[in-house]
C-alpha cells in the first residue's frame, strides 16, 4: 500500500506579509525569496508531518510570474488566491493529508471543512533577529 504525501499548500500573500522586512517594495521578489526558503521543507517535512511532502506556493496579483523549482510547485491564482486554495485542499479531501500554512482565519475556517490542518507563517518563516542581535 501506498501512503500519499502530505501536501503543503503556502498562502504565499499571508506568509509573505507576517514579517515587515519590505516586502512590499518587491512583492516578486519577496515570493521568490519564499519559494526558496520552503525548498527544504519538501524533503524534510514540517513538524508533526514527516518528509518528504508536496510543497504547492499559492501566488497572486504582482507574484504570479513567479516560477516552480525543484521541491516547490507554483499554482498562480487568476483571482483570489484564498479560492485556489481552497480548491486544492478540497481536492485533497479524503485523498491525502493536507496542511495549509496561513494566519487568515476565514481561509482556515473554509480549508478545515475540506479536513485540512492549518498552521502559521512562523512554521515556515521564522521572525528575523532583533535589530543588532
Given at each position: 500500500?501506498?501512503?500519499?504525501?502530505?501536501?503543503?499548500?503556502?498562502?504565499?500573500?499571508?506568509?509573505?506579509?507576517?514579517?515587515?522586512?519590505?516586502?512590499?517594495?518587491?512583492?516578486?521578489?519577496?515570493?521568490?525569496?519564499?519559494?526558496?526558503?520552503?525548498?527544504?521543507y519538501?524533503?524534510?517535512?514540517?513538524?508533526?508531518?514527516?518528509?518528504?511532502?508536496?510543497?504547492?506556493?499559492?501566488?497572486?496579483?504582482?507574484?504570479?510570474?513567479?516560477?516552480?523549482?525543484?521541491?516547490?510547485?507554483?499554482?498562480?491564482?487568476?483571482?483570489?488566491?484564498?479560492?485556489?486554495?481552497?480548491?486544492?485542499?478540497?481536492?485533497?479531501?479524503?485523498?491525502?493529508?493536507?496542511?495549509?500554512?496561513?494566519?487568515?482565519?476565514?481561509?482556515r475556517?473554509?480549508?478545515?471543512?475540506?479536513g485540512a490542518?492549518?498552521?502559521?507563517?512562523?512554521?515556515?518563516?521564522?521572525?528575523?533577529?532583533?535589530?543588532?542581535?
Amino acid at each position: 500500500m501506498t501512503v500519499e504525501r502530505t501536501l503543503v499548500i503556502v498562502d504565499a500573500a499571508n506568509v509573505v506579509g507576517s514579517v515587515p522586512d519590505g516586502w512590499w517594495r518587491d512583492r516578486h521578489g519577496a515570493a521568490e525569496r519564499l519559494r526558496d526558503s520552503l525548498v527544504p521543507y519538501a524533503a524534510e517535512g514540517l513538524p508533526g508531518h514527516a518528509g518528504p511532502v508536496e510543497l504547492v506556493l499559492v501566488v497572486e496579483g504582482a507574484a504570479r510570474q513567479v516560477e516552480s523549482v525543484p521541491g516547490v510547485r507554483v499554482e498562480a491564482a487568476s483571482g483570489s488566491g484564498d479560492d485556489l486554495i481552497a480548491a486544492l485542499a478540497a481536492a485533497a479531501h479524503g485523498a491525502r493529508p493536507c496542511v495549509v500554512v496561513t494566519a487568515d482565519r476565514g481561509l482556515r475556517q473554509r480549508v478545515e471543512a475540506y479536513g485540512a490542518r492549518c498552521t502559521g507563517p512562523r512554521t515556515v518563516r521564522p521572525l528575523p533577529p532583533p535589530r543588532g542581535a
